[in-house]
């Protein structure tokens, strides 16, 4: 199935002839299977060194908890002092004009109500290819995400435009459904024509300390909609520290998602810049240790171009500058998308319009 | 089974750089010539004028008048004056009313103090902006807060001032140096002959106008520029009662006999070498904050700086992992872009001794690694730098950089850390990061160390005291504590 990047985006703001083909994996398709097949990665490249503690990590339940529980703590007031630093980081003329355009090309924009139609979903797909028609060089979004049942309608409305249609599923947002109809769920998704998947993790075993539950779900998930891109949802506002946070990316990392996701946005708080920071932190280790790039969707809550370029901020401080990269980082959002459309609009014309200069969808 | 999609490496990411976002200098209104503030005027010394050096830039800011002898003889006679006079006729709570509108003109000027402390000291404006500056104030409205209620300091029913107090400050923090010494001064009802640092004398000139608008009684603060022997003249006028120093334990040391068997009081904050402790079982990536923090923070021109990482061997490969890769992120230049992290070093002369100091770590075998920043082409930087494979005999585990240089030891089990942290002349400061709260306690108690930081450093606050021991001096600063070293017992147990 397609795993084509977004095209668009910071593939065409970034220099020329960088990076290799993107529909070719970099990384041998080795699958390393282990004890019970649940872990699948890729062969290490050469030159890296073979972790065996991760993948010791998966062989059975108690492996997996003693893994999670022995992750380097997580000290809340250093962690939110870095991040409040970052926040003062003051980006301005061109490197903001870089931020924005990068910012909506790492837009998945997101309805999840149960008023949506056909209708609603086909005008954001339409916003999602050219979001400001009177502005040229706008780069579209990286995806639209839709519940299951208007993939199909938004697959049609974005077919051949290189946006992602992506689609929640897993019963979604709260996860409290037996794992065959979470499966379906994903399936339904899939056959619909969703290349990527956002599922949300099962918080009550995670919390009792059923590692090894949450660890087969996602496994499970990942197989069921194999060859799409699998974000993997933390419901960081229902896990209550930043360590359980850490713990949940690292499980989420080690059952092959490609994306850990902050939020359903139906949980306040969603995302902030401290667990979005633990969450770049997570996927940095995790290249150190592997080499391989897994990608990270801060989602809920981010709604100004502000807060947009200080989460960026932090990608590139703390993660580093290769996942200024649509592939590796997206903002799962609505109402950021205008805001990031109208400050474009400000940087390039020197005034500020308003909001009616900007579509409503 | 289904084959599982494996996880392609990226193709190009941005390239994105950091337009430079400066602050104005012209908000800092610097002016050509800057005179010393006494006996409630802005008058020209006697001494030879200074030219105060914008580190950054190694161009002239400003030239500073600055005190003779005899000036200093007139600014202690005048708030001698003061003390017998207006100051200690007036109620606590008035004297407190006005500790308040100063924190207050501090907090009005902040934007124009900030950049007159970048341009003058060299360090960053995000670090004048966020740390000095307003720390500053909030020691002004801490301790306004005080000057009513010495009675319940813990110095009995009725502590009274010491009278007239010389006061000497270094260049790191000439602000908020001022303000620590300044404000529990006032508070306790003494006044003051204080005299700025010769390489960063404007803030303290600029205080002085916001002294002067709060319509402070003449005389209560003067405050005299110049160069050491400036200092020398006041900390040995007969005719002041308490000295308090913050610099040099070589200096400190000079004073200290000078003023033996006076009987002035005298409070000294010297030198440290601070041990900055990792565990094993430390949150790793708040501690490599921490470690960051604490040693480049001001250039490392911090006296309490981190400045030796002492971390457990089983993950000191990780953290110092971890620590490169960090301070590669570090921004250093321009002290005015507000994106800059670390800034100027504050002088030639200090930035001469830095270089020297830590060339004698590679004679001693340590091996040095240095942030591949990239360096502005004039003015004085030095880029953040690290040692490892450090011992305990090198001289960059034992004497006092004033940089940003760390050095790395490790350490197996809590008692060696103890040992190797203890085994220093000096006693200022110390770090612990472990998530375990009993061996916080027990570390706490066996550092020999007066502000102990646990999973956090550098952190300053007017409410808590500060200050070391053995060759890192005595006395506090801050909190409770430190109003004792400006009040007389009325139990005559302060000498």
């Known amino acids: 199935m397609d795993t084509a990047r977004p095209q668009g985006g910071a593939a065409a703001l970034a220099e020329p002839g960088a990076g290799p083909d993107a529909t070719t994996p970099a990384l041998p398709a080795g699958t390393a299977g282990t004890a019970g097949g649940l872990q699948q990665r890729p062969a290490p490249s050469p030159g890296l060194r073979t972790d065996a503690e991760l993948s010791d990590a998966t062989r059975d339940d108690s492996s997996l908890r003693r893994f999670l529980r022995g992750l380097p703590g997580i000290d809340p007031v250093g962690l939110e002092q870095r991040a409040a630093g970052l926040a003062t980081r003051s980006i301005k003329k061109n490197s903001k004009l870089q931020a924005i355009d990068l910012a909506i090309s790492m837009v998945d924009l997101t309805t999840l109500e149960g008023a949506d139609t056909p209708g609603k979903v086909r005008s954001l797909a339409a916003k999602a290819r050219r979001p400001d028609p009177a502005q040229p060089g706008v780069p579209s979004v990286a995806a639209v995400c839709v519940y299951p049942d208007l993939v199909a309608v938004a697959a049609e409305q974005l077919a051949g435009s290189g946006v992602g249609v992506a689609s929640v599923a897993t019963a979604f947002p709260s996860g409290r459904a037996a794992l065959a109809v979470k499966l379906a769920d994903v399936r339904s998704a899939v056959d619909a024509g969703a290349t990527e998947i956002d599922m949300v993790i099962d918080r009550g075993a995670f919390l009792a300390g059923r590692f090894g539950e949450v660890f087969d779900q996602i496994v499970a998930v990942r197989q069921a909609c194999a060859g799409r891109r699998l974000k993997v949802i933390l419901e960081t506002g229902e896990l209550g520290t930043y360590d359980n946070v850490r713990r949940a990316a690292w499980l989420a990392l080690l059952a092959g998602g490609d994306f850990v996701k902050t939020s359903t946005g139906k949980v306040s708080p969603a995302a902030t810049l401290p667990v979005t920071q633990v969450l770049l932190q997570a996927v940095a280790d995790w290249h150190a240790r592997t080499g391989e790039y897994r990608a990270v969707k801060p989602a809920g809550g981010i709604r100004t171009t502000k807060d947009a370029v200080r989460h960026l901020v932090a990608v590139n401080e703390v993660a580093g500058p290769a996942w200024l990269d649509p592939y590796l980082f997206r903002f799962g959002a609505s109402s950021l998308l205008n805001d990031l459309l109208l400050q474009r609009r400000t940087q390039r014309e020197g005034h500020y319009s308003g909001p009616d200069y900007v579509t409503v969808d | ?288 904050e921490g470690i960051v923090n604490g040693i480049f923070f001001n250039q490392g021109h911090v006296c309490c700086a981190g400045s030796r990482l002492l971390v457990q061997e089983s993950v000191a490969d990780e953290v110092l992992d971890k620590l490169r890769l960090r301070i590669s992120t570090l921004r250093l230049g321009d002290p005015m872009d507000k994106n800059t992290d670390v800034g100027a070093v504050n002088s030639a002369e200090q930035l001469q001794r830095i270089t020297e100091l830590s060339a004698t770590g590679d004679l001693e075998g340590a091996q040095r690694w240095t942030s591949p920043c990239p360096l502005p082409d004039r003015g004085y930087f030095f880029p953040p730098t690290v040692f490892s494979g450090v011992t305990q005999s090198m001289r960059i585990a034992r004497d006092e950089i004033f940089g940003p240089v760390l050095s790395v030891l490790t350490f197996r089990t809590p008692d060696e850390a103890v040992a190797k942290a203890n085994n220093t002349p000096y006693g200022l400061s110390a770090g612990v990061w472990t998530e375990k709260g009993s061996r916080i306690l027990g570390m706490a108690s066996a550092l020999r160390a007066g502000v102990v930081w646990a999973n956090t450093f550098n952190r300053f606050d007017p409410t808590a005291a500060f200050g070391g021991y053995r060759e890192s001096g005595f006395g506090r600063e801050g909190g409770r504590a430190g109003l004792a070293a400006y009040l007389r017992s009325d139990e005559g147990a302060q000498a």
């Open chain 2, 1 to 288: 089974m289904t084959a599982i999609a494996p996880h392609p490496t990226p193709g190009s990411a941005l390239e994105w750089d950091y337009a430079p976002a400066p602050e104005s200098a012209a908000i800092g209104r610097i002016r050509d010539r800057y005179r010393m503030y006494l006996d409630g005027d802005f008058v020209d010394g006697q001494g030879d004028d200074l030219t105060s050096v914008n580190p950054a830039t190694e161009e002239p800011l400003a030239t500073v008048s600055t005190a003779s002898a005899a000036d200093v003889d007139r600014a202690v006679t005048a708030a001698r004056r003061a003390y017998e006079g207006p100051w200690s006729a007036m109620p606590a709570a008035e004297r407190g009313k006005y500790l308040f509108r100063i924190a207050r003109g501090i907090a009005e000027r902040a934007r124009e103090l900030a950049v007159v402390e970048t341009l003058d000291n060299g360090k960053p404006i995000k670090e004048s902006r966020d740390v000095d500056v307003p720390t500053a104030s909030a020691h002004f409205f801490y301790h306004a807060g005080w000057a009513d209620k010495l009675a319940h300091a813990g110095l009995g029913p009725a502590p009274r001032p010491l009278g007239v107090v010389g006061q000497v400050i270094p260049w790191n923090f000439p602000l908020l140096m001022a303000a620590w010494k300044i404000a529990p001064a006032l508070a306790a009802g003494n006044t003051v002959v204080l005299k700025p640092a010769e390489t960063t004398p404007l803030t303290a000139l600029v205080l002085a106008e916001i002294l002067a608008d709060a319509g402070l009684p003449d005389g209560v603060v003067n405050i005299l520029p110049g160069a050491g022997d400036v200092g020398q003249a006041l900390v040995r006028h007969p005719g002041i009662d308490k000295v308090a120093f913050t610099g040099s334990t070589e200096v400190g040391r000079q004073i200290q006999s000078a003023l033996a068997g006076t009987g002035r009081a005298l409070t000294l904050e010297l030198g440290g070498k601070a041990a900055n402790i990792v565990f094993d079982d430390a949150p790793l990536d708040q501690a490599v």
